[in-house]
């Protein structure tokens, strides 16, 4: 799962996104409305929550919200927000935010509130994704070859859902990096076949699977 964050305060930011990195999640972070309603705009397929903070410098995020759900992007927002009169909450709820969380807040409950916004049915996400004898359970969190439980690491299950929820596709490494990884993570890095390469011998498959396609990147057999 990938989250951009808008927050101007680089420590809430910083310790928001060491927070969810280490539980899994791959975190873009922009400091500003203008940026973040320009990058939904243009990339907003590749997030599935946006953690968008209401006072922001060059657009704040209530008009960002506004903005983008005026523009039929439906990407998931969780609003945070200092202000917490009835009006402020009621306005970014009736501007198109999800849920809203008031600062100072607990990591434990903004990881609640996103897990609880991303358990939501939506028609395109699918909790069980399948290729032949391999079986990922997203909502557990859980993979599965011929019925025996694949011990992976949280990088390693962000990677194969990723690579299952695109089968028969040729996956550029750059693709790749910029869904499982962040948004800035050096391109040129050989991470993403270092990990394809455990996830191959953690899955018994040596390229039937998880082809290799030389000089592009990846494609997932189904």
């Known amino acids: ?32 409305g203008e940026d973040a309603q320009l990058r939904l705009e243009l990339s907003h397929g590749d997030y599935d929550l946006v953690l968008l903070d209401l006072m922001l410098p060059k657009r704040d995020g209530l008009t960002v919200c506004k903005n983008i759900r005026e523009q039929h992007i439906h990407t998931p927002i969780l609003m945070l927000t200092a202000k917490d009169s009835t009006e402020d909450i009621v306005t970014g709820l009736n501007y198109g935010a999800d849920d809203y969380l008031v600062k100072p807040f607990q990591f434990s409950i903004l990881l609640a509130r996103i897990r609880a916004i991303l358990r939501r049915p939506a028609p395109t996400l699918t909790v069980e994704l399948k290729a032949k ?74 390229g039937q699977l998880i082809e290799t396609v030389h000089g592009i990147g990846y494609r997932l057999n189904n």
């Open 133 to 206: 004898d391999l079986k990922l359970d997203t909502s557990s969190k859980k993979a599965y070859r011929n019925g025996e439980e694949l011990k992976l690491t949280l990088k390693e299950m962000s990677l194969l859902e990723y690579l299952l929820r695109h089968p028969n596709q040729v996956l550029s490494r750059e693709q790749i990096l910029s869904n499982v990884w962040d948004f800035a993570f050096d391109s040129f890095s050989n991470v993403v076949d270092v990990h394809i390469t455990n996830l191959r011998k953690k899955i018994n498959d040596h």
């Open 1 to 32: 799962m990938r989250i951009l964050l808008v927050e101007d305060q680089a420590t809430i930011a910083n310790l928001v996104k060491d927070g969810l990195t280490a539980e899994g999640f791959a975190v873009d972070w922009l400091e500003n």
